[in-house]
């Protein structure tokens, strides 16, 4: 059983490292800035009975995610962690600017060296669970709640794909592009063909449709319809030959590219920019499809679409069934910062800088399943 059941069973708090799995280059401070472990070897032997608060914040309304992470992160790797005081929020909490949303107390030394490793996952887990929160609450400004797919494994490195996954579903993308985005939450990697396999049957969307279907007659056969730039002859093709058996089309026109319906329908133009997948050329594609009584057929869009393109074609009650987001997801738009603020007890932190107690912070009890 993956620990995320475990937790949403209630049997364990938080993941740990067993989801995790950290580097353990980490322990030998590879990761850490060469100033913290400095700093460390300084305090260990000068000033080894101090004992301070360290506080992790950031500056936006954002969607947390990351504590469970951080918290493995100082029980697997921190010295005597039994012997640190923590308190956080949780993944999924909703945070404010300069909310302090993890704490840890103890000496400098077993810990400290952590800040900046702490500080990252912090700050990438919330820019994209924070991301994905946006876009998904952009697929239902209309009223109606359309999925979003994640689909951001070409739009960064192949390592973050997991807790890039992790953060994308606390955001509440409950669809993901590979196996690898779901490893932390329990679930596979979902999607149909790609433009490769099209253009092995030399762009006759048919025939690669059939050797989908013949190869996975499980799957729920949704077709690709852009690769040869004319969307709604080619959804109309795979509709008619597949039928109720086709559940879907997605099209993924490139904005360099103006579709063939508009080039023989120029009088349409003229009023909008006829690039890439646009409202009007979804509008139309709905239309044909329904017009021949493939009402089932659910329309997916892809290729370069954000929060802000989401609710253009929301507000324009565009017929789309279901996004699939990619790059904008994955910017960082989230910075967290950790300061010490406290020592032996008293307030002490760098001008500008202060405790701020929050009590929606629980204290974390110490949990490794590893010890």
């Known amino acids: 059983m993956k620990e995320i059941e475990k937790k949403m069973n209630g049997e364990i708090k938080r993941l740990t490292n067993q989801t995790f799995k950290f580097d353990e280059r980490i322990r030998e401070g590879w990761f850490s800035a060469v100033y913290f472990l400095k700093t460390r070897d300084i305090v260990e032997s000068t000033l080894p ?222 009023t909008f920019d006829p690039r890439g997948v646009n409202p009007e050329l979804i509008f139309a594609l709905r239309k044909a499809l329904d017009a021949e009584g493939f009402q089932h057929v659910k329309i997916v869009v892809s290729g370069g679409f954000t929060e802000e393109r989401i609710r253009d074609f929301e507000k324009l009650k565009v017929p789309v069934d279901i996004y699939g987001v990619g790059s904008s997801l994955l910017k960082m738009n989230t910075s967290f910062t950790g300061d010490n603020v406290m020592i032996n007890g008293k307030p002490e932190a760098k001008e500008g800088r202060r405790y701020r107690p929050n009590p929606r912070l629980e204290k974390v009890e110490y949990y490794n399943p590893e010890d």
């Open 49 to 270: 009975d101090n004992y301070i608060t360290m506080q992790f914040f950031q500056k936006d309304d954002a969607v947390l995610c990351g504590t469970d992470e951080a918290i493995a992160l100082i029980h697997t790797f921190a010295d005597h962690p039994k012997e640190l005081e923590i308190h956080s929020l949780r993944d999924g909490d909703r945070v404010k600017p300069f909310e302090t949303v993890l704490t840890i107390t103890g000496p400098y030394q077993y810990f400290g060296y952590l800040e900046g490793i702490i500080d990252g996952i912090l700050s990438r887990r919330t820019s994209v669970s924070t991301n994905v929160y946006n876009v998904v609450k952009a697929a239902r400004a209309s009223g109606k709640q359309k999925p979003v797919i994640f689909m951001g494994d070409r739009d960064d490195h192949y390592t973050q794909q997991a807790g890039d996954g992790y953060a994308a579903y606390i955001g509440g993308s409950t669809a993901q592009a590979t196996h690898a985005m779901n490893e932390w939450w329990g679930k596979e990697g979902m999607g149909t063909m790609p433009h490769a396999l099209i253009q092995m049957f030399q762009g006759d969307i048919v025939a690669a449709a059939k050797a989908y279907h013949k190869q996975f007659p499980n799957d729920e056969l949704t077709a690709l319809v852009d690769y040869n730039n004319d969307v709604i002859t080619d959804s109309l093709k795979v509709a008619r030959e597949f039928g109720d058996e086709l559940k879907g089309v997605r099209v993924d026109t490139s904005r360099a590219l103006v579709d063939k319906y508009f080039l023989r329908n120029q009088h349409l133009m003229g």
